[in-house]
């Protein structure tokens, strides 16, 4: 009979967990989009100013994201448990997500804040997260075109740590090459008038619930998927004779 | 050559789906010669490229410990640091089903690299020694890539003993080979046996376990289910040592469906499996 | 250490006999220019100067992709790949013999793309040709330790043809950038680069230390 193998069961503290965060998440949500709502229409930029809430709350998700997942995959490294390298995929693609959104939402200010025709802009912040889609694109690729679920864990683990040191490196040499940040504007930088810091904050926190919810979420998907794997491949084996 | 004793307890290697090793325990002596038995998919190459270095167990301990007066711990239990395992490499050669040589380069050359590669002594009179020694000396300036299975196969075990390693892993070394290439084969690894060396061969034919080692260890699906040796126990009933009976056992577990009733088998003193 | 000069040694010799990544890389590069040539408008001498770094080191990466998707499919045959995870001590020494072996072939390719490239498009690359080697030198050893690493990660992959370049590009852009930066200085005249040269060698460390480091994990099986 196989023993447990696996660190200590974290069922239980991750199911306690989802429950807080979904909790809080029903709180939240209904304020943040009142705030949202009843925030005050910016006299230059419309209501398209509104995304201020929503695009960098975003950056939360995206960034850690893959700090999560570099994390999960040193210590994947380091100890061999299964249980790490869900994690790792929970942070790839729950980062992903947010990081898509980001790169939606941005054009989407972006057009709004300088007019017709600037749906991209070489703002430092925005190159830098269409950098962390790539590297987040590679590392499902690598996942996926890997053979060998623990020769996968194990490169896609390498190439988060990888991934999360190139993150600060581009940061560095983005604003090196200041001249890509045209316009004398940052989107990032826009000063908060009065009335958009409480939208704002309530904002910061709902979206950065919301990512702990979803990737503890996905955690437990992928450790209830491992271990129907493993009991399926349990009762493959058949009855051994052991000792 | 220190002689370098091997120890596992509990040695495990699991991702997933996939279970190759499930609690496997062992001590295999310094100049033992061991033979691994099972069929395929028992986790018999799992095993064997955890002694050489080559994988770290997912759990449990195993140790390579070098006996030079004072035993000195080489090895490392799943999760402690890995200093080990690099020096382990050093002290085994490893014959696997491929050959690991490099076609363009010729006999010689290839034979260097390795020896370079391992830290051992490259020098020019050494490896022509070495060639010498199984058979290839008038071969050493051709390039591999026109060898025959027979040559690129002595070639490999040349590669893997150039640096006087005390443990040799052979990984179905008789596959492709036909019956004189075998037979010479069996004698040179007889011949590197004698000098004291730990010679540990993984193999689906029995016969040739039984020719070369003194004891056998026979997995099925990732656990160590017999431990055959060529010395009975007293009052133990031991499966004979010899080729038909393994082939017996081995089919057996081959069949697989639940077979109860004992074997005879002397599972007691490994320690069996470790469920 | 012993074992990272075995390798170089190892790598430029079979290199040299079978000549198979070094035709493969030059052949791209060459082809690579004559089609950029063709997509523009014909040129003045010396128009296309605005142009040159962008286009050379566009070049410069693709061919370098090919050289890199190639240094492991050797190991491959025959299973040397075991050899070198077998190898005793630190493996990351193995991993500087190999990107060393690739630093010399891609450096090579590169003077002879330049050359063509001069040629093609008329654009005095002798302004400050110091500064460039130096560029492209230093460029090189970034391109050629993230490359080696991820090579080695995606060459038993079936895909790995297209997983090296999605794999490898997001980490070359940063040394894209300030070599594009830097040859425009050199071609301006300025003598070594230096605003671009910094950037890259902080680069070049950050990713030979990863992937000094991080080279054990991936022999592992």
């Given at each position: 009979?196989?023993?447990p193998h696996s660190a200590p069961d974290p069922a239980d503290s991750i199911q306690r967990s989802l429950r807080v965060l979904g909790w809080l998440l029903v709180l939240l949500s209904p304020a943040y989009a009142w705030a949202v709502i009843t925030a005050?229409?910016?006299?230059?930029?419309?209501?398209?100013?509104k995304i201020l809430y929503v695009h960098p709350p975003l950056a939360y998700g995206a960034y850690l994201g893959f700090v999560v997942t570099a994390v999960a995959g040193g210590l994947f490294l380091w100890r061999?448990q299964a249980v790490h390298d869900q994690l790792a995929i929970a942070g790839a693609e729950v980062g992903t997500l947010f990081c898509t959104l980001m790169l939606i939402t941005g054009?989407i200010w972006?057009?709004?804040?300088?007019?017709?025709?600037?749906?991209?802009?070489?703002?430092?912040r925005?190159?830098l997260t269409?950098?962390l889609w790539?590297v987040y694109l590679?590392y499902l690729?690598?996942r996926?075109?890997?053979?060998?679920?623990?020769?996968?864990a194990?490169?896609a683990s390498?190439y988060g740590i990888?991934g999360v040191?190139?993150i600060?490196?581009?940061?560095?040499?983005?604003?090196?090459?200041?001249?890509?940040?045209?316009?004398?504007?940052?989107?990032e930088?826009?000063?908060l008038?009065?009335?958009m810091g409480m939208p704002f904050l309530v904002g910061n926190l709902t979206l950065f619930f919301a990512f702990a919810y979803l990737l503890v979420l996905r955690w437990r998907v992928g450790l209830l998927q491992n271990a129907l794997a493993e009991a399926?491949?349990?009762?493959?084996?058949?009855?051994?004779?052991?000792? | 050559?220190?002689?370098?004793?091997?120890?596992?307890?509990?040695?495990?290697?699991?991702?997933g789906?996939?279970?190759?090793?499930?609690?496997?325990?062992?001590?295999?002596?310094?100049?033992?010669?061991?033979?691994?038995?099972?069929?395929?998919?028992?986790?018999?190459?799992?095993?064997?490229?955890?002694?050489?270095?080559?994988?770290?167990?997912?759990?449990?301990?195993?140790?390579?410990?070098?006996?030079?007066?004072?035993?000195?711990?080489?090895?490392?239990?799943?999760?402690?640091?890995?200093?080990?395992?690099?020096?382990?490499?050093?002290?085994?050669?490893?014959?696997?089903?491929?050959?690991?040589?490099?076609?363009?380069?010729?006999?010689?050359?290839?034979?260097?690299?390795?020896?370079?590669?391992?830290?051992?002594?490259?020098?020019?009179?050494?490896?022509?020694?070495?060639?010498?020694?199984?058979?290839?000396?008038?071969?050493?300036?051709?390039?591999?890539?026109?060898?025959?299975?027979?040559?690129?196969?002595?070639?490999?075990?040349?590669?893997?003993?150039?640096?006087?390693?005390?443990?040799?892993?052979?990984?179905?070394?008789?596959?492709?080979?036909?019956?004189?290439?075998?037979?010479?084969?069996?004698?040179?690894?007889?011949?590197?046996?004698?000098?004291?060396?730990?010679?540990?061969?993984?193999?689906?034919?029995?016969?040739?376990?039984?020719?070369?080692?003194?004891?056998?260890?026979?997995?099925?699906?990732?656990?160590?289910?017999?431990?055959?040796?060529?010395?009975?126990?007293?009052?133990?009933?031991?499966?004979?040592?010899?080729?038909?009976?393994?082939?017996?056992?081995?089919?057996?577990?081959?069949?697989?469906?639940?077979?109860?009733?004992?074997?005879?088998?002397?599972?007691?003193?490994?320690?069996?499996?470790?469920? | 250490?012993?074992?990272?000069?075995?390798?170089?040694?190892?790598?430029?010799?079979?290199?040299?006999?079978?000549?198979?990544?070094?035709?493969?890389?030059?052949?791209?590069?060459?082809?690579?220019?004559?089609?950029?040539?063709?997509?523009?408008?014909?040129?003045?001498?010396?128009?296309?100067?605005?142009?040159?770094?962008?286009?050379?080191?566009?070049?410069?990466?693709?061919?370098?992709?090919?050289?890199?998707?190639?240094?492991?499919?050797?190991?491959?045959?025959?299973?040397?790949?075991?050899?070198?995870?077998?190898?005793?001590?630190?493996?990351?020494?193995?991993?500087?013999?190999?990107?060393?072996?690739?630093?010399?072939?891609?450096?090579?390719?590169?003077?002879?793309?330049?050359?063509?490239?001069?040629?093609?498009?008329?654009?005095?690359?002798?302004?400050?040709?110091?500064?460039?080697?130096?560029?492209?030198?230093?460029?090189?050893?970034?391109?050629?330790?993230?490359?080696?690493?991820?090579?080695?990660?995606?060459?038993?992959?079936?895909?790995?043809?297209?997983?090296?370049?999605?794999?490898?590009?997001?980490?070359?852009?940063?040394?894209?950038?300030?070599?594009?930066?830097?040859?425009?200085?050199?071609?301006?005249?300025?003598?070594?680069?230096?605003?671009?040269?910094?950037?890259?060698?902080?680069?070049?460390?950050?990713?030979?230390?990863?992937?000094?480091?991080?080279?054990?994990?991936?022999?592992?099986?």
């Open positions: 009979m196989a023993a005050p229409i910016d006299r230059v930029q419309g209501v398209m100013q061999q054009p972006a057009r709004g804040a300088w007019g017709p025709g600037n749906w991209w802009v070489w703002d430092p925005l190159t269409l950098l790539f590679a690729l690598l996926s075109f890997t053979e060998g679920d623990e020769r996968a194990r490169l390498i990888l040191a190139l600060p490196l581009n940061y560095w040499i983005i604003d090196l090459a200041g001249g890509r940040a045209q316009h004398p504007e940052n989107i930088q826009g000063s008038g009065a009335g399926e491949a349990e009762a493959d084996r058949g009855p051994q004779r052991a000792a | 050559m220190t002689p370098v004793r091997l120890r596992g307890e509990g040695v495990a290697k699991r991702f789906r996939v279970t190759a090793l499930r609690g496997i325990d062992f001590e295999i002596e310094p100049g033992e010669a061991v033979a691994i038995l099972g069929a395929n998919g028992a986790g018999k190459s799992t095993l064997l490229r955890i002694f050489a270095g080559l994988s770290r167990p997912s759990e449990g301990r195993f140790e390579a410990i070098r006996e030079v007066g004072l035993a000195e711990r080489e090895g490392g239990a799943n999760g402690s640091a890995d200093l080990a395992r690099p020096d382990l490499r050093g002290a085994v050669g490893y014959v696997g089903h491929a050959t690991l040589l490099y076609g363009e380069l010729t006999a010689r050359e290839n034979l260097a690299f390795a020896a370079r590669l391992q830290g051992a002594d490259a020098s020019p009179a050494r490896l022509d020694g070495l060639l010498a020694e199984l058979g290839l000396q008038d071969f050493s300036s051709r390039r591999t890539g026109t060898f025959s299975r027979g040559m690129a196969q002595r070639l490999a075990i040349a590669r893997a003993i150039v640096h006087e390693p005390s443990v040799l892993l052979l990984d179905e070394p008789f596959t492709g080979l036909d019956a004189g290439s075998a037979e010479r084969l069996s004698s040179q690894l007889s011949g590197l046996r004698a000098r004291g060396r730990t010679l540990i061969v993984v193999t689906h034919d029995p016969q040739r376990g039984v020719e070369l080692a003194d004891r056998a260890l026979v997995l099925d699906r990732g656990l160590l289910v017999a431990h055959v040796a060529r010395q009975a126990r007293p009052g133990a009933e031991d499966v004979p040592f010899a080729a038909e009976a393994l082939q017996a056992l081995l089919a057996r577990f081959a069949q697989s469906v639940g077979s109860t009733g004992s074997v005879g088998v002397d599972s007691a003193d490994a320690g069996g499996s470790g469920a | 250490m012993n074992a990272a000069w075995a390798l170089l040694w190892k790598d430029l010799v079979t290199e040299w006999r079978s000549r198979d990544r070094l035709v493969a890389m030059v052949v791209f590069s060459f082809l690579v220019v004559v089609v950029f040539q063709f997509a523009w408008p014909p040129m003045e001498a010396g128009e296309m100067t605005r142009f040159a770094p962008g286009v050379l080191w566009v070049t410069y990466l693709f061919a370098a992709v090919i050289g890199l998707g190639r240094t492991f499919a050797l190991e491959l045959e025959n299973d040397a790949m075991t050899a070198l995870a077998l190898a005793p001590g630190t493996r990351g020494w193995l991993f500087l013999g190999k990107a060393g072996a690739t630093w010399v072939l891609i450096t090579a390719v590169q003077a002879m793309t330049a050359f063509v490239f001069a040629l093609f498009f008329r654009v005095d690359l002798m302004t400050g040709v110091v500064g460039f080697a130096t560029l492209v030198a230093v460029a090189n050893v970034g391109i050629c330790s993230i490359g080696t690493l991820l090579s080695a990660m995606s060459v038993r992959s079936r895909f790995r043809e297209v997983l090296l370049p999605v794999l490898l590009i997001p980490t070359l852009i940063p040394i894209l950038t300030s070599a594009v930066v830097g040859t425009t200085a050199t071609l301006a005249g300025e003598g070594l680069p230096f605003a671009a040269l910094q950037p890259l060698i902080v680069i070049d460390g950050v990713y030979l230390i990863l992937s000094f480091l991080l080279f054990d994990f991936v022999l592992d099986e």
